[in-house]
């Protein structure tokens, strides 16, 4: 039986049987969700890898991450002298901080500790609870299923539809303050070209804004496609009993699937190319920056 209140999560970190691979995937997924760019892994099946698990940035400077998932608490000597050898790791690939990833329990006093090992290197520690915390947010439940196979519960499913419906009012919201200084700018275009037009007879061409009504509807529409793709992902995986939900959330999301079908055809869902889905996903992730969010919001 599954333990309650976020127990399973942290006992599956601490009782880590993965391998090493599973554990360096793991950190570089949340590193990347979590502030870091540019996330490249060194050798997660094995291999020389210059004291480094991988190399990433953040903040516009180079770090390196170390990833230390053993099986079971370890104490705190052992825990602290990898963090010691991890920072040798700074020094020599020349960058500025460290992410260290850990499935260890820290106290407040151990986390300080080993923050302040060396005070000229920056360090960043993901230990137990932070990642169990993580993992336990509806962001995360993906990652959580694919790398601890904890499928969400019925009223983590309700939280996670909850928490895309509050998105979808925040980026309404986006939209009507876009609409308004979008129309001011029109405004202040036309009066603009008029100004320009009275003081020189010759002909200049400007190239005219999009509308708000086409990034809309452009945004909704590949919002939509990402959507579906996703869909029949998780379609596959409860039809081959990988993955369950909720018989009522399910038929709402299988509704919603045959209204994108026909809205826009069956034929024009994918399968997509790896270039066809890059470009969807470039041009979401483009429209939803024009509307507000941050680049790189994929989420649906």
Same mark, same amino acid.
């Given at each position: ?46 291999? @020389? &890898? ?11 400077? *180079? ?34 901080? $460290? ?28 230990? $137990? ?24 519960? /019925? ?30 700018? *029109?405004?202040?275009?036309?009066? /603009? ?31 939509? @496609? ?8 998780? @379609? ?5 009993? @990988? ?19 026909? /809205? ?34 994929? &989420?649906?």
């Amino acid at each position: 039986m599954r333990r309650r209140e976020g127990e399973e999560t942290w006992h599956r970190l601490l009782e880590w049987d993965r391998g090493q691979a599973a554990s360096e995937r793991l950190a570089a997924t949340i590193l990347s969700s979590n502030g870091f760019q540019n996330v490249d892994p060194s050798h997660p099946l094995g291999g @020389k &890898d210059g004291l480094k698990d991988m190399v990433l940035s953040y903040q516009g400077q *180079k770090w390196i991450g170390a990833v230390y998932f053993p099986r079971g608490q370890q104490d705190f000597t052992t825990i602290k002298q990898k963090v010691v050898h991890d920072i040798e790791g700074v020094k020599k690939n020349h960058a500025h901080g $460290l992410a260290f990833v850990t499935n260890q329990e820290l106290r407040l006093s151990e986390r300080t500790a080993l923050s302040e090992i060396n005070p000229e290197i920056d360090v960043q520690l993901y230990h $137990l609870e932070r990642i169990a915390t993580l993992l336990n947010t509806p962001s995360f439940y993906g990652i959580r299923m694919e790398f601890l196979d904890i499928e969400m519960s /019925k009223e983590e499913q309700l939280s996670f539809f909850a928490t895309q419906n509050q998105k979808i009012s925040t980026l309404q919201a986006e939209m009507e303050k876009l609409t308004i200084g979008l129309e001011n700018f *029109k405004i202040f275009h036309q009066l /603009k070209q008029t100004k320009e037009l009275a003081e020189n007879e010759d002909d200049f061409y400007v190239e005219e804004p999009r509308s708000i009504e086409e990034i809309v509807e452009a945004s909704g529409e590949f919002l939509e @496609k990402v959507w579906f793709n996703r869909h029949l992902v998780l @379609k596959y995986r409860i039809e081959t009993g @990988k993955e369950s939900v909720d018989p009522e959330i399910w038929k709402g999301a299988l509704n919603s699937a045959q209204k994108v079908i026909e /809205k826009y055809g069956e034929e024009n869902l994918g399968p997509y190319s790896d270039f066809e889905w890059g470009m969807i996903n470039g041009k979401l992730s483009a429209l939803r920056w024009v509307l507000g969010e941050d680049w790189d919001m994929l &989420d649906t």
